[in-house]
């Protein structure tokens, strides 16, 4: 590598591919809402596809959808490095979330290209299908797929909030493929993303190398009382879903607060009914999201909520129940992936530091099939899932150019 020491991604092209990409399913507040498998999203796989085809690369899909492309390696034998993220966003995303480690993968093949650098492994870049999961849960579906995680035709029938089904819409937009997904092998794995927390802004550091992840749970509780007037039915009478819901929230807050620094914990999704402003609420249901990277850690905060919500429901004579509807245990990424990312940021000058990843990325999985490892860039406030989630040029190039050292030191430079 000391021959490449100096080796740059073009940022100005990357940055241009970043802005081209967001106008496809734009938001309403200057963000992006190209949700997997939505017309949207499928125009934005064959910009990508047009894109790494010009770049030399071929294409190949499997039958979850998962896109790969190929650069050709000189030694047709070794086992290709994969890199890459997804295109899919939240409802009110923004344009980086995914999307910088896609195309930043993108641009360190064009980079290669332009200079004519050839590797012993081909690289492989990837878009995973539906790692955002907020239109089919569970997130990061169909890495997990990928990963033997999940069984295909389970992760085929989950079914959006209207009723439509994964499997059909991934047929509708036109992006089944006839690959066998998981028949691929993987000498590494390598995924750039936006950091989502303020840690290295805050802080004015470059890189972060992420060392772990936090494993998690998401739970969906319902709690079931009985719909009465708000006027009429007496305060001792009450059998109120909304309050439960209520001491629910706190009792969660609660938990995470008595495991800090190392653990979070929120209820997010509510569905309250039946919503009217003068009836109490008969059926709460919602879903607590927590997390932390101590499994130990996690399965009391579980264990704890659980007891908790029992107890409430007794209290307020309402009835719950508690549903699993994703989990992962906490990752340790390969030491010697994660090697490559410091050393490749020591390389190229810039200030770094070790983080643990707070959100799920399709890497949590795939490293369980392969060595892994991420790089993260600062952006604004640490906002993330939201319109006005920002980056600066300078930390998308800066992310890419410790993704393309990190992917060649591993893919080996043919002199």
């Given at each position: 590598m000391s021959l490449l020491s100096n080796l740059q991604i073009d940022g100005d092209r990357l940055w241009d591919s970043l802005m081209e990409m967001a106008k496809i399913g734009p938001g309403v507040a200057g963000g992006n809402n190209r949700q997997t498998l939505t017309d949207e999203d499928g125009e934005g796989r064959k910009l990508f596809q047009s894109w790494a085809e010009a770049a030399g690369m071929t294409m190949g899909v499997d039958t979850m959808g998962n896109m790969f492309f190929t650069r050709e390696g000189a030694d047709p034998e070794a086992l290709p490095v994969y890199v890459g993220s997804h295109l899919d966003t939240q409802p009110t995303g923004g344009k980086y979330d995914g999307v910088l480690g896609v195309l930043g993968a993108l641009e360190l093949v064009r980079t290669l290209n332009d200079l004519n650098i050839r590797t012993k492994h081909p690289i492989v870049v990837v878009n995973w299908t539906n790692e955002e999961g907020t239109r089919f849960a569970p997130a990061m579906l169909a890495s997990g797929v990928f990963a033997g995680v999940h069984e295909e035709a389970w992760a085929k029938d989950k079914v959006d909030a209207k009723g439509k089904r994964f499997g059909d819409e991934l047929k509708r937009i036109g992006w089944e493929g006839d690959e066998p997904v998981g028949a691929r092998k993987m000498k590494a794995f390598f995924e750039l993303h936006i950091e989502q927390g303020p840690i290295l802004e805050d802080e004015g550091i470059d890189i972060g190398v992420v060392t772990h992840g936090q494993g998690l749970y998401w739970l969906e509780v319902t709690l079931t009382g009985k719909e009465s007037h708000t006027g009429s039915t007496p305060?001792?009478?009450?059998?109120?879903?909304?309050?439960?819901?209520?001491?629910?929230?706190?009792?969660?807050?609660?938990?995470?607060?008595?495991?800090?620094?190392?653990?979070?914990?929120?209820?997010?999704?509510?569905?309250?009914?039946?919503?009217?402003?003068?009836?109490?609420?008969?059926?709460?249901?919602?879903?607590?999201?927590?997390?932390?990277?101590?499994?130990?850690?996690?399965?009391?905060m579980r264990e704890r909520i659980e007891d908790g919500i029992d107890l409430i429901a007794e209290a307020l004579d309402i009835e719950a129940s508690v549903d699993e509807v994703g989990h992962f245990d906490p990752v340790t990424f390969d030491p010697g992936c994660v090697k490559a990312v410091r050393d490749a940021a020591e390389r190229l000058g810039y200030s770094h530091t070790n983080i643990v990843s707070g959100a799920g990325h399709d890497a949590c999985w795939i490293n369980r099939i392969a060595p892994t490892a991420m790089v993260m860039c600062p952006c604004v406030d640490g906002l993330s899932h939201n319109e006005a989630e920002e980056i600066t040029k300078e930390w998308a190039t800066a992310g890419a150019n410790v993704l393309m050292h990190a992917v060649v030191e591993t893919a080996g430079v043919v002199e």
């Open positions: 305060m001792p009478k009450r059998r109120n879903a909304g309050l439960g819901l209520a001491r629910v929230t706190e009792l969660v807050h609660e938990v995470a607060m008595d495991y800090q620094p190392s653990a979070v914990g929120a209820i997010g999704h509510i569905d309250v009914y039946p919503n009217s402003r003068n009836i109490i609420p008969g059926r709460a249901v919602f879903t607590i999201d927590i997390r932390s990277p101590s499994k130990k850690t996690l399965d009391e």
